[in-house]
């Protein structure tokens, strides 16, 4: 089960971190991460990282803006995300992927996620 949190109203230009507990299975042997999907719009892929938290992935647009983070001793995923924009409004999901094989892989695609929190709204006011 995953557990999103951490969501709200921001202004243009302000901070929020977004954190997604885990329960049930072993955190470590899953590759983590974070969706968002605006209103009218596909779910698209924010950032990713790998079980061991070593690879990182972000899209385009969140390059240098977000960071993503685990912390496999807490079985927790987080998102920090700065200089938030109007545009960045979404519901935010944490997914899972669990991965046997490669600590050091990570998943860009909305179909490789074998589960899925049940996301958190993130609302920027110009």
């Known amino acids: 089960q995953l557990q999103a949190s951490g969501g709200g109203v921001v202004q243009d230009g302000g901070s929020l971190r977004l954190s997604c507990s885990a329960s049930g299975r072993t955190f470590s042997n899953y590759a983590m991460g974070w969706f968002r999907q605006a209103p009218g719009k596909e779910r698209e892929l924010v950032a990713a990282i790998s079980r061991s938290g070593s690879s990182t992935y972000y899209a385009d647009s969140m390059s240098g803006r977000f960071i993503i983070a685990r912390d496999n001793a807490k079985n927790t995923v987080d998102l920090q995300m700065h200089n938030l924009k109007p545009e960045d409004t979404a519901v935010y999901y944490c997914?899972?992927?669990?991965?046997?094989?490669?600590?050091?892989?990570?998943?860009?695609?909305?179909?490789?996620?074998?589960?899925w929190g049940q996301g958190t709204q993130v609302t920027v006011s110009s």
């Open positions: 997914a899972a992927k669990r991965n046997s094989y490669n600590v050091n892989y990570y998943y860009r695609a909305v179909y490789q996620y074998d589960y």
